[in-house]
Protein backbone atom coordinates (compact mmCIF):
# COMPACT_ATOMS: atom_id res chain seq x y z
CA UNK A 1 0.00 0.00 0.00
CA UNK A 2 2.81 2.86 0.68
CA UNK A 3 4.65 1.53 -2.63
CA UNK A 4 1.00 3.23 -4.05
CA UNK A 5 0.73 5.84 -1.88
CA UNK A 6 4.01 7.07 -2.82
CA UNK A 7 3.79 6.93 -6.60
CA UNK A 8 0.13 7.93 -6.74
CA UNK A 9 0.99 10.92 -8.87
CA UNK A 10 3.18 8.37 -11.46
CA UNK A 11 0.21 6.55 -11.36
CA UNK A 12 -2.14 8.61 -12.29
CA UNK A 13 -0.10 10.30 -14.91
CA UNK A 14 0.48 7.28 -16.38
CA UNK A 15 -3.44 6.28 -16.42
CA UNK A 16 -4.55 9.58 -17.86
CA UNK A 17 -2.19 9.30 -20.68
CA UNK A 18 -3.75 5.73 -21.63
CA UNK A 19 -6.99 7.48 -21.18
CA UNK A 20 -6.22 10.28 -23.79
CA UNK A 21 -4.22 8.12 -26.18
CA UNK A 22 -7.11 5.55 -26.12
CA UNK A 23 -10.51 7.73 -25.83
CA UNK A 24 -8.69 11.13 -27.35
CA UNK A 25 -5.85 10.65 -30.00
CA UNK A 26 -7.75 7.13 -30.63
CA UNK A 27 -10.58 9.57 -32.07
CA UNK A 28 -8.64 12.11 -34.29
CA UNK A 29 -6.06 9.27 -35.88
CA UNK A 30 -8.70 7.61 -38.39
CA UNK A 31 -9.20 11.63 -39.68
CA UNK A 32 -5.76 13.03 -39.53
CA UNK A 33 -4.92 12.13 -43.34
CA UNK A 34 -7.99 14.77 -44.77
CA UNK A 35 -6.63 17.81 -42.21
CA UNK A 36 -2.94 18.98 -41.48
CA UNK A 37 -4.35 20.46 -38.22
CA UNK A 38 -5.32 17.08 -36.81
CA UNK A 39 -2.32 15.52 -38.04
CA UNK A 40 -0.19 18.10 -36.30
CA UNK A 41 -2.79 18.15 -32.81
CA UNK A 42 -2.29 13.76 -32.81
CA UNK A 43 1.57 14.48 -33.01
CA UNK A 44 1.95 17.67 -30.03
CA UNK A 45 -0.86 15.28 -27.97
CA UNK A 46 1.66 12.44 -27.94
CA UNK A 47 4.77 14.00 -27.70
CA UNK A 48 3.37 15.34 -24.56
CA UNK A 49 2.43 12.29 -22.95
CA UNK A 50 5.63 10.50 -24.12
CA UNK A 51 7.38 13.25 -21.64
CA UNK A 52 4.74 12.85 -19.17
CA UNK A 53 5.42 8.94 -19.27
CA UNK A 54 8.97 8.90 -19.20
CA UNK A 55 8.62 11.49 -16.17
CA UNK A 56 6.15 9.03 -14.66
CA UNK A 57 8.59 6.23 -15.41
CA UNK A 58 11.95 6.86 -14.74
CA UNK A 59 11.46 7.20 -10.95
CA UNK A 60 9.84 3.58 -11.40
CA UNK A 61 12.85 2.24 -12.97
CA UNK A 62 15.35 3.32 -10.30
CA UNK A 63 13.10 1.51 -8.07
CA UNK A 64 12.87 -1.67 -10.02
CA UNK A 65 16.56 -2.05 -10.58
CA UNK A 66 17.33 -1.59 -7.07
CA UNK A 67 15.50 -4.15 -6.07
CA UNK A 68 16.15 -6.51 -8.75
CA UNK A 69 19.94 -6.20 -9.26
CA UNK A 70 21.84 -9.53 -7.20
CA UNK A 71 25.12 -8.62 -6.73
CA UNK A 72 25.28 -5.65 -8.87
CA UNK A 73 23.72 -7.47 -11.84
CA UNK A 74 20.77 -6.14 -13.07
CA UNK A 75 18.51 -7.55 -16.07
CA UNK A 76 16.30 -4.46 -15.63
CA UNK A 77 18.74 -1.61 -15.96
CA UNK A 78 20.33 -3.38 -19.22
CA UNK A 79 16.59 -3.50 -20.33
CA UNK A 80 16.82 -0.30 -19.78
CA UNK A 81 19.62 0.93 -21.30
CA UNK A 82 18.64 -0.68 -24.39
CA UNK A 83 15.30 0.79 -24.57
CA UNK A 84 17.19 4.10 -24.49
CA UNK A 85 19.68 3.59 -27.43
CA UNK A 86 16.46 2.20 -28.98
CA UNK A 87 14.63 5.36 -28.49
CA UNK A 88 18.04 7.21 -29.36
CA UNK A 89 17.54 5.68 -32.67
CA UNK A 90 13.96 6.71 -33.27
CA UNK A 91 15.22 9.96 -33.45
CA UNK A 92 16.60 9.30 -36.75
CA UNK A 93 13.21 8.45 -38.62
CA UNK A 94 11.59 11.21 -36.33
CA UNK A 95 13.47 14.18 -38.56
CA UNK A 96 13.26 11.88 -41.56
CA UNK A 97 9.67 11.93 -41.34
CA UNK A 98 9.05 15.90 -40.35
CA UNK A 99 11.51 16.62 -43.63
CA UNK A 100 8.65 17.21 -45.26
CA UNK A 101 6.55 19.15 -42.71
CA UNK A 102 3.89 16.55 -41.75
CA UNK A 103 4.40 14.72 -38.74
CA UNK A 104 3.33 10.63 -40.29
CA UNK A 105 3.06 7.16 -38.54
CA UNK A 106 7.00 6.88 -37.65
CA UNK A 107 6.78 10.84 -36.21
CA UNK A 108 4.13 10.22 -33.61
CA UNK A 109 5.44 6.72 -32.61
CA UNK A 110 9.54 8.74 -32.15
CA UNK A 111 7.10 11.04 -30.44
CA UNK A 112 5.58 9.08 -28.01
CA UNK A 113 8.74 6.66 -27.16
CA UNK A 114 11.76 8.99 -27.28
CA UNK A 115 10.38 10.56 -24.11
CA UNK A 116 8.86 7.67 -22.74
CA UNK A 117 12.10 5.61 -23.03
CA UNK A 118 15.42 7.56 -22.89
CA UNK A 119 14.92 9.07 -19.45
CA UNK A 120 14.52 5.35 -18.31
CA UNK A 121 17.66 4.47 -19.89
CA UNK A 122 19.70 7.35 -18.44
CA UNK A 123 18.61 6.45 -15.10
CA UNK A 124 19.58 3.00 -15.51
CA UNK A 125 23.06 4.70 -16.48
CA UNK A 126 23.07 6.55 -13.74
CA UNK A 127 22.19 3.46 -11.62
CA UNK A 128 24.49 1.38 -12.71
CA UNK A 129 27.15 3.72 -12.40
CA UNK A 130 26.87 5.19 -8.63
CA UNK A 131 26.29 2.28 -7.00
CA UNK A 132 29.29 -0.38 -7.69
CA UNK A 133 28.16 -4.20 -5.94
CA UNK A 134 31.14 -6.22 -7.14
CA UNK A 135 31.39 -8.20 -10.08
CA UNK A 136 27.46 -8.02 -11.18
CA UNK A 137 28.19 -4.65 -11.66
CA UNK A 138 31.32 -5.25 -13.74
CA UNK A 139 29.18 -7.88 -15.94
CA UNK A 140 26.79 -4.84 -16.48
CA UNK A 141 28.45 -2.12 -16.88
CA UNK A 142 30.45 -4.47 -19.42
CA UNK A 143 27.59 -5.37 -21.89
CA UNK A 144 25.82 -1.67 -21.22
CA UNK A 145 29.25 -0.73 -22.88
CA UNK A 146 28.94 -3.37 -25.73
CA UNK A 147 25.11 -2.44 -26.13
CA UNK A 148 26.08 1.52 -26.28
CA UNK A 149 28.96 1.21 -28.99
CA UNK A 150 26.91 -1.27 -31.15
CA UNK A 151 23.86 1.09 -31.14
CA UNK A 152 26.68 4.15 -31.90
CA UNK A 153 27.84 2.36 -34.43
CA UNK A 154 24.71 1.35 -36.11
CA UNK A 155 22.48 4.89 -35.31
CA UNK A 156 25.66 7.47 -37.25
CA UNK A 157 25.70 5.35 -40.20
CA UNK A 158 22.50 5.35 -40.56
CA UNK A 159 22.53 9.04 -40.00
CA UNK A 160 25.34 10.00 -41.92
CA UNK A 161 23.36 8.22 -45.06
CA UNK A 162 20.93 11.43 -45.24
CA UNK A 163 21.56 12.96 -48.89
CA UNK A 164 19.81 16.14 -47.81
CA UNK A 165 21.36 17.83 -44.79
CA UNK A 166 24.74 16.34 -44.88
CA UNK A 167 26.46 18.55 -42.80
CA UNK A 168 23.64 18.62 -40.31
CA UNK A 169 23.62 14.64 -40.25
CA UNK A 170 27.05 14.28 -39.61
CA UNK A 171 26.75 16.54 -36.11
CA UNK A 172 23.78 14.34 -35.79
CA UNK A 173 25.73 11.11 -35.36
CA UNK A 174 28.49 12.92 -33.55
CA UNK A 175 26.19 14.17 -30.79
CA UNK A 176 25.11 10.30 -30.94
CA UNK A 177 28.60 9.17 -30.38
CA UNK A 178 29.05 11.87 -27.58
CA UNK A 179 26.08 10.24 -25.84
CA UNK A 180 27.95 6.88 -26.28
CA UNK A 181 31.16 7.57 -24.72
CA UNK A 182 29.41 9.22 -21.80
CA UNK A 183 27.48 5.98 -21.01
CA UNK A 184 30.72 3.92 -22.10
CA UNK A 185 32.52 5.70 -18.91
CA UNK A 186 31.71 4.22 -15.74
CA UNK A 187 32.90 0.75 -17.48
CA UNK A 188 36.58 2.44 -17.68
CA UNK A 189 36.10 3.09 -14.43
CA UNK A 190 35.18 0.10 -13.40
CA UNK A 191 37.78 -2.06 -14.93
CA UNK A 192 40.45 0.62 -13.66
CA UNK A 193 39.12 -0.14 -10.03
CA UNK A 194 39.26 -3.72 -10.89
CA UNK A 195 42.90 -3.66 -12.11
CA UNK A 196 43.85 -1.84 -9.14
CA UNK A 197 42.79 -4.04 -6.51
CA UNK A 198 44.52 -7.45 -8.41
CA UNK A 199 48.22 -7.46 -6.99
CA UNK A 200 49.70 -7.03 -10.12
CA UNK A 201 52.39 -4.71 -9.03
CA UNK A 202 52.64 -1.60 -10.79
CA UNK A 203 50.30 -3.06 -13.73
CA UNK A 204 47.98 -0.61 -13.22
CA UNK A 205 50.35 2.37 -14.15
CA UNK A 206 50.75 0.24 -17.40
CA UNK A 207 47.09 -0.07 -18.14
CA UNK A 208 46.41 3.83 -17.35
CA UNK A 209 49.15 4.84 -19.56
CA UNK A 210 48.43 2.58 -22.25
CA UNK A 211 44.60 3.70 -22.05
CA UNK A 212 45.26 7.39 -21.92
CA UNK A 213 47.92 6.94 -24.39
CA UNK A 214 44.99 5.71 -27.03
CA UNK A 215 42.65 8.39 -25.53
CA UNK A 216 44.93 11.42 -26.56
CA UNK A 217 45.55 10.04 -30.02
CA UNK A 218 42.59 9.89 -30.66
CA UNK A 219 41.89 13.31 -29.57
CA UNK A 220 44.74 14.56 -31.71
CA UNK A 221 43.09 12.90 -35.28
CA UNK A 222 39.64 14.33 -34.05
CA UNK A 223 41.08 17.74 -33.73
CA UNK A 224 42.70 17.63 -36.96
CA UNK A 225 39.51 16.21 -38.58
CA UNK A 226 37.74 19.03 -37.26
CA UNK A 227 40.53 21.81 -38.52
CA UNK A 228 40.78 19.99 -41.93
CA UNK A 229 36.96 20.59 -42.55
CA UNK A 230 34.99 21.73 -40.12
CA UNK A 231 33.28 18.91 -39.83
CA UNK A 232 32.91 15.77 -37.85
CA UNK A 233 34.04 13.18 -39.81
CA UNK A 234 35.04 9.50 -39.09
CA UNK A 235 37.96 10.35 -36.81
CA UNK A 236 36.00 12.99 -34.57
CA UNK A 237 32.89 9.84 -33.98
CA UNK A 238 35.87 7.68 -33.16
CA UNK A 239 37.26 9.69 -30.67
CA UNK A 240 33.94 9.78 -28.92
CA UNK A 241 33.20 6.45 -29.38
CA UNK A 242 36.36 5.05 -27.73
CA UNK A 243 38.45 7.99 -26.74
CA UNK A 244 35.97 10.28 -25.25
CA UNK A 245 34.89 7.53 -22.14
CA UNK A 246 39.20 7.07 -21.65
CA UNK A 247 39.95 10.95 -21.56
CA UNK A 248 37.26 11.27 -18.93
CA UNK A 249 37.80 8.55 -16.76
CA UNK A 250 41.69 8.99 -16.46
CA UNK A 251 41.46 12.83 -16.37
CA UNK A 252 39.09 12.15 -13.32
CA UNK A 253 41.90 9.64 -11.85
CA UNK A 254 44.42 11.80 -12.56
CA UNK A 255 42.78 14.76 -10.88
CA UNK A 256 41.97 12.12 -7.79
CA UNK A 257 45.13 11.01 -7.27
CA UNK A 258 46.40 14.45 -7.32
CA UNK A 259 44.58 15.88 -4.43
CA UNK A 260 45.10 12.90 -2.67
CA UNK A 261 41.58 11.01 -2.01
CA UNK A 262 41.40 8.46 -4.65
CA UNK A 263 43.09 5.35 -5.39
CA UNK A 264 41.45 3.77 -8.54
CA UNK A 265 38.16 4.29 -10.54
CA UNK A 266 36.31 2.48 -8.45
CA UNK A 267 36.55 5.10 -5.92
CA UNK A 268 35.12 7.99 -8.18
CA UNK A 269 32.38 5.21 -8.68
CA UNK A 270 31.81 4.54 -4.62
CA UNK A 271 32.03 8.22 -4.29
CA UNK A 272 35.14 8.90 -2.52
CA UNK A 273 36.33 12.05 -5.60
Known amino acids: M ?12 VLGVVIILSLGR ?31 LAGFTAWLIGITSI ?32 PDDDARSAALWIPTLLPAG ?10 PRG ?28 RNGKTAWLWFAAAVCLLGGLAAAPLVLYVDG ?7 GKAVWLWRVLAGAVGVALLLAALKDIAADKKPDGHV ?3 LQFGLPLVLAF ?17 ILNGVA
Open 2 to 13: NLIDNNIEQIGA
Open 26 to 56: GVILPAVRQSKFLLWVAFLITAICGLVLGWA
Open 71 to 102: GGFSIVGLVAVWAGWHAVSMAVDLIRDLADGQ
Open 122 to 131: GQAVWEIASN
Open 135 to 162: LGTGITAAIMAGMTIGYTVVISKKAVKG
Open 194 to 200: WIAGIPW
Open 237 to 239: RRF
Open 251 to 267: GAITVGLLAGGVDSGGD
